[in-house]
């Protein structure tokens, strides 16, 4: 069956740490993959996307995320966590005609 | 502008009140949908309209009632709901609905109560 994992429900960073938050799919071709982040009580905003190419990505607010075929993973990483991160975020795939939502994971930041 | 709007921000309905939730994009995106989110779960799509037509219904109850009147805007009509449909309804719109272009811009919500 096709799956999207994100195995972290909840992590906590201190601020200034390095985050990495896993995702992994379940697919047989190349999807297209995302990253959403939340904000309680608000929409989604894409963060960055993969389509083909540059296996490593930049996405908005220094966040970056690495394609890695071998391992079906697209894990998101920041090398510094402010407070503002603080939300929930959510890997997601498309393929053919559907669109996937992992099932998020929860980033809280401590000071 | 890559902004979709939605209203209301918050709705409280009872169960037989008839509502509508508006959602609009001026990005000339040919696909636009809405989904459901309950808190601390990811979004489920309920529709999607591909160029104004419904593409996919994702055996949502008829209560819930889609509706694109053009290409910018779209619609939920709500009737006769049940407390367990209260969530965040967000809709999102994307350049098309092909997996290249399943980058799909977000609304705010619409935090929907019914009583």
């Known amino acids: 069956a096709q799956s999207v994992t994100q195995p972290d429900i909840h992590i906590t960073v201190s601020e200034g740490a390095s985050l990495e938050l896993r995702c992994n799919y379940s697919?047989?071709?190349?999807?297209?993959l995302f990253w959403y982040v939340q904000s309680p009580g608000q929409g989604l905003q894409l963060l960055l996307k993969y389509f083909s190419g540059d296996t490593l990505v930049q996405g908005i607010k220094g966040f970056e995320a690495e394609f890695k075929r071998s391992q079906s993973s697209f894990n998101l990483r920041k090398p510094s966590v402010h407070w503002s991160d603080a939300a929930e975020y959510f890997c997601?795939?498309?393929?053919?005609?559907?669109?996937?939502f992992g099932t998020g994971t929860s980033l809280t930041v401590i000071p | 502008d890559t902004e979709v709007t939605q209203t209301p921000k918050h709705l409280v309905m009872g169960m037989t009140n008839k509502k509508s939730l508006k959602c609009e994009q001026h990005m000339g995106h040919r696909a636009m949908y809405w989904y459901k989110q309950k808190a601390k779960k990811p979004p489920e799509l309920m529709f999607v309209?591909?160029?104004?037509?419904?593409?996919i219904n994702e055996s949502v109850p008829s209560r819930f009632s889609p509706e694109c009147p053009n290409s910018s805007l779209l619609n939920l009509h709500l009737h006769a709901l049940q407390p367990e449909d209260s969530a965040l309804y967000l809709c999102?719109?994307?350049?098309?609905?092909?997996?290249?272009?399943?980058?799909?811009?977000f609304g705010p919500g619409t935090r929907l109560t019914v009583t």
């Open positions: 697919y047989g071709a190349t999807p297209y």
């Open positions: 309209y591909s160029y104004e037509k419904l593409s």
């Open positions: 999102a719109s994307s350049q098309d609905h092909r997996p290249k272009d399943y980058e799909q811009y």
């Open positions: 997601a795939v498309g393929t053919g005609n559907q669109f996937y």
